[in-house]
């Protein structure tokens, strides 16, 4: 859930176009008559990473079980490419139930996370 998580979030952010800025910063006025507003690039901003990280969580139902053959260790892939290419789904459990619990855990480490994601994600 976690790797599926960060593994959004990476995506979402390289989608924005890198020149796009947001201004950061004071807006009061010093005495002196200037302002402390900083331009820092949007993708990587945390009012940025704050919206991803409220709807983040709905692209879980994107995902289906996998079962490894050999290890039998379950892992979580993507049914649903990002850009509408055919998958590979062999072996992949897609289910109501299997999204719903990848969607409730991704919520408990986005909500219990919350400031260390938006902390480590803020950098390349």
Request: glycine share 4%; charged share 35%.
């Amino acid at each position: 859930a976690c790797r599926a998580l960060v593994d959004e979030l990476e995506w979402e952010i390289a989608q924005v176009d890198p020149r796009k800025t947001i201004q950061m910063g004071s807006f009061r006025i010093n005495p002196d008559g200037s302002q402390s507003v900083v331009e820092v690039p949007y993708a990587r901003s945390e009012a940025h990473l704050t919206e991803l990280l409220e709807r983040v969580c709905e692209k879980m139902k994107e995902y289906g079980e996998k079962v490894d053959p050999s290890t039998h260790r379950k892992s979580y892939v993507r049914v649903i490419s990002h850009d509408g290419t055919k998958m590979d789904l062999s072996g992949v459990k897609i289910d109501g139930d299997v999204a719903s619990s990848l969607k409730f855990a991704c919520e408990s480490i986005a909500e219990e996370y919350e400031d260390e994601l938006i902390e480590f994600l803020s950098h390349e």
